[in-house]
């Protein structure tokens, strides 16, 4: 009955996928299950078995990620990957998601250091990347 959060990290060595509050509310632990959006801490592991898993490390490459990186999008990395996974999740539901699209998206992503304005500007910034001609 272990947590997909802690075979994750403790098994798999995939420590960018972080522990905030271990109880689905703060969005930390955000990873693509089957390119849904889902709490890690929430799932049990044993119902991956066989599924698609997409953790920051999959993303890491990832327009979104660079988005964020050249947009200052993190403080003290804890609340990072969750974000740069629901703003990947967020993008893919619609490509050329504006700033209030991408506000709604991201709010069950809790961050205490930036104030949500360079998370949601990068997340723009890579939404208008990705729409460009």
């Known amino acids: 009955m272990e ?6 990290r403790e098994r798999l060595g995939l420590t960018g996928t972080k522990e905030g509050c271990g109880e689905g509310e703060c969005g930390a632990c955000a990873v693509l ?8 801490c929430l799932v049990p592991a044993l ?5 698609e898993v997409v953790t920051i490390e999959g993303l890491a490459s990832s327009g979104v990620a660079a988005a964020f990186q050249r947009g200052g999008a993190a403080q003290c990395g804890i609340c990072t990957p969750g ?14 998601a504006g ?3 991408l506000r709604e998206r991201l709010a ?8 949500y304005r360079a998370i949601v ?13």
């Open 33 to 40: 299950l089957d390119g849904r959006l889902v709490n890690s």
């Open 83 to 96: 974000m740069v996974v629901a703003a990947t999740d967020a993008l893919r539901h619609n490509p050329a």
């Open 3 to 8: 947590r997909l959060l802690d075979v994750l």
């Open 121 to 133: 500007e990068a997340a723009a910034a890579a939404a208008r990347q990705e729409t460009a001609p």
């Open 108 to 115: 069950g992503n809790l961050c205490r250091c930036t104030g």
């Open 47 to 51: 119902e991956v078995s066989g599924r």
């Open 99 to 101: 700033e209030e699209e």
